[in-house]
């Protein structure tokens, strides 16, 4: 498979990262973002890319690609809802348009969060927006569109979040992580999970095209 990553500099792009260049059936990867990753790999390639609403100055070198992982995504906290829709939603949208008209066989993975709102009527803001990009992700013509809602990660093999403010917070929550596995070990995933189940659903597809912790771990557990 020749994979495309958006984000792979965050926790999630950097797991999935992680675990298409250990797979043996992966030949290519492709991450695209504001700045490269750190990792120098034969089967990689960074793309680099100042404004990531426009990329028509790197089209070229986004098709074709049997999946895309967009991982992509910022905290709402302090944000208005017309700034957030902008990042989430408009950001979102506007790649994967790009990508089906380029990749129509291809499928898209987003990365979006335990609680998204369906609906799109719900009571928080971020869950609406969340809710309203997978809907229209779905809507959109790729052969399978998944939307993966991991909740809590906990972080394994030295991946780790871009903000200080979040490393701290999983740094004293790590002794939490393992109480939590032990007693409810489908409330929580590992990165490795994620990057995991990723793949599994580019090679083989999954039931349901949201997929929830329990799912996460099946899919993984099928890779």
Not at 28 to 52: K, Q, S
């Amino acid at each position: 498979m020749d994979i495309l990553i958006f984000g792979a500099t965050g926790m999630v792009g950097q797991s999935v990262l992680r675990e298409c260049l250990n797979a043996r059936d992966v030949g290519r990867v492709v991450a695209v973002g504001r700045t490269r990753t750190d990792i120098n790999h034969p089967r990689l390639t960074n793309v680099v890319t100042p404004d990531l609403t426009d990329l028509r100055a790197v089209a070229a070198q986004l098709s074709p690609f049997d999946a895309c992982f967009f991982c992509l995504g910022v905290s709402s906290v302090g944000m208005s809802e017309l700034d957030y829709t902008r990042i989430t939603y408009d950001l979102t949208i506007s790649v994967a348009q790009l990508l089906v008209q380029a990749n129509p066989a291809m499928t898209f993975v987003y990365v979006t969060g335990a609680g998204t709102d369906s609906s799109e009527r719900g009571k928080r803001m971020w869950a609406r927006v969340k809710g309203k990009t997978e809907n229209d992700l779905m809507k959109l013509g790729f052969k399978a569109a998944y939307m993966f809602r991991p909740g809590v990660i906990r972080p394994m093999h030295a991946v780790r979040s871009k903000t200080a403010l979040i490393r701290s917070a999983y740094l004293l929550a790590k002794p939490v992580f393992w109480l939590i596995h032990a007693m409810s070990p489908r409330s929580l995933v590992t990165s490795e999970e994620v990057g995991l189940a990723m793949l599994s659903v580019a090679r083989r597809g999954y039931p349901r095209p949201i997929l929830e912790v329990g799912d996460i771990q099946d899919a993984a557990r099928m890779s």
